[in-house]
């Protein structure tokens, strides 16, 4: 199978399902709709009760809940070509009966998306090797990729019992973020930021993932997962990977993947020393929250990259639940300049800082420092912002662009195995050695212990319009001492 072989239909495993509902057919509305779903799709669900017209009328649901003002059309041309197949995913019926409908629709290159939990991988795996449907065909997998490295390494031998690793493409959503791939374009194609992108002119980077909200009703998933295995291994390395990687060498998606590879090759394993844990309060009080939970709702840590490049420079991670507002945010700091030239006052110019905002109105503010009016040479930050959205217009969301990517066998927004291992390597002594959990209050930037995690450094930017007060370098204090 070459990469320019087109899936001829798309098989999705968990048909009825909430990824399904929420984020699937919406997407796959959008691709009808713009001309670039043109193969059957084949839901595959253990639904007692279900046909065809009761997933039609689910899709349809869906694509109403979830998309403003849908073309009734395009819903009515996506549902004629949706169909489903009803049974156990451990009844190898199920999988005959899937191979009857492929046959339907003259398809000899499936592609099967697995919105299932990884728990169902081997049963599925195994059946669709069983009824010849492995042949020419793709895999799409979910995460989590696991739960630490061991269980990872287990999912992979699993799927590589029946597909090659080239058919096996790995979903973080992050990889299909229009503003998350940004990062690297933004770095590349402008020239002026490649000389000074390195441990001598940059002082440090943040990310910060925040979200307002908690559990909302996932409390006994979330229990069993926490910040660090939700977001930090998967979503915000893969950040950290696209600030720090080299340009790669070609536009293939291996030459891509390789340059992310790479940094998290070159990347310490976490130190439970530069790691503060949180809970907001109310955690416990969730449903389905076991008593006494030491879960983390919130994460903060130092990574460090030992490379020519970044050797030195601290990269900082934070992210949590029940925050004061939800943002994405990448905040590199450039070294403060000597003050030299306003050694006549107590003035000391601010470090210039790139913000790249990752969420909803994505866009990118550069700080820079110009002079204040007046007769002493004082400098004050004025902010250069540019919104996305404005400028672009509706840009395509993340599953949106990922199963056209699958479908097409593009691999290179897609998770590979040997990055998935090093995240789990990199997080795994902060498993192993979690420490204890501090609570904070919802609505707050998490326990006043995730500070001293930074406390060395500078402080943490809260994402928002940029705080210029408190931007000057702060002295270490006893507090800190901790983590040195």
């Known amino acids: 199978m070459t990469k320019a072989e087109r899936s001829g239909a798309l098989v999705l495993f968990g048909a009825t399902g909430d990824l399904a509902h929420k984020k699937l057919y919406p997407a796959l509305y959008h ?21 065809d017209d009761k997933i039609r009328n689910y899709a349809t649901e869906a694509i109403k809940a979830g998309v403003e003002d849908p073309d009734p059309a395009a819903i009515e041309q996506l549902t004629t070509n949706l169909c489903l ?9 199920t999988f005959q009966r899937l191979a009857d409908a492929l ?5 000899e290159r499936p592609l099967h998306y697995l919105a299932i939990p990884p728990s169902l991988f081997e049963a599925v795996v195994q059946g669709l090797a069983a009824a010849g449907l492995d042949k020419g065909a793709r895999v799409v997998v979910e995460k989590p990729f696991g739960r ?34 940004n990062l690297m374009v933004f770095r590349f194609a402008n020239s002026l930021l490649e000389p000074v992108w390195n441990r001598r002119y940059i002082a440090g980077i943040q990310v910060t993932m925040a979200e307002s909200f908690g559990v909302e009703g ?3 998933f979330y229990d069993t997962v926490g910040a660090i295995r939700d977001v930090v291994q998967n979503h915000l390395l893969n950040v950290v990977a696209f600030l720090a990687m080299d340009p790669p060498s070609s536009a293939g998606a291996e030459a891509l993947r390789d340059e992310k590879e790479r940094v998290l090759k070159a990347m310490h394993p976490a130190s439970p020393r530069y790691l503060v844990r949180g809970q907001y309060v109310g955690y416990l009080d969730e449903p389905g929250v076991a008593p006494g939970s030491t879960t983390e709702t919130f994460a903060a840590l130092r990574l460090d990259i030992e490379s020519w490049r970044w050797a030195g420079v601290p990269f900082y991670v934070r ?10 945010e990448a905040i590199v700091e450039f070294q403060t300049p000597p003050r030299m030239l306003f050694s006549s006052t107590d003035h000391r110019p601010h470090p210039n800082l790139l913000v790249f905002r990752l969420g ?10 110009a002079k204040q009016p007046g007769e002493a040479l004082v400098s004050y930050p004025v902010e250069l912002d540019v919104d996305f959205e404005q400028v672009f217009g509706h840009r395509h969301e993340a599953y949106e662009r990922l199963l056209a990517d699958a479908i097409e066998g593009n691999a290179a927004r897609f998770a590979r195995q040997d990055a998935v291992e090093t995240a789990w390597q990199i997080v795994q002594p902060l498993l192993d050695h979690p420490g204890p959990v501090y609570p904070y209050p919802r609505g707050s930037w998490g326990p006043p212990e995730a500070d001293h995690v930074v406390a060395h450094h500078r402080r943490w930017h809260n994402p928002g319009p940029i705080d210029h007060d408190h931007d000057a370098i702060r002295h270490s204090h006893p507090a800190s001492e901790a983590l040195q």
Do not use: C, M
């Not at 046959?103 to 398809?107: D, L, P």
């Not at 490295?149 to 973020?177: C, P, T, W």
């Open 218 to 220: 996932r409390g006994s």
């Open 103 to 107: 046959k339907n629709v003259r398809s």
């Open 148 to 181: 630490d490295l061991a269980s990872a390494q287990e999912l992979n031998r699993v799927l590589h019992q029946v597909f090659r690793e080239e058919a096996i493409f790995r979903i973080d959503h992050y990889l299909g973020k229009e503003s998350v791939e």
């Open 85 to 93: 197949v009803n049974g156990d995913y451990r009844d190898q019926a």
């Open 360 to 369: 909803a109105h994505d866009g990118v503010t550069v700080s820079l420092q």
């Open 31 to 51: 691709l009808t709709a713009e001309g670039r779903l043109k193969i059957p799709v084949i839901g595959v669900a253990a639904a007692v009760g279900w046909d």
């Open 319 to 328: 992210a949590g639940k029940a925050l004061a507002t939800t943002s994405l």
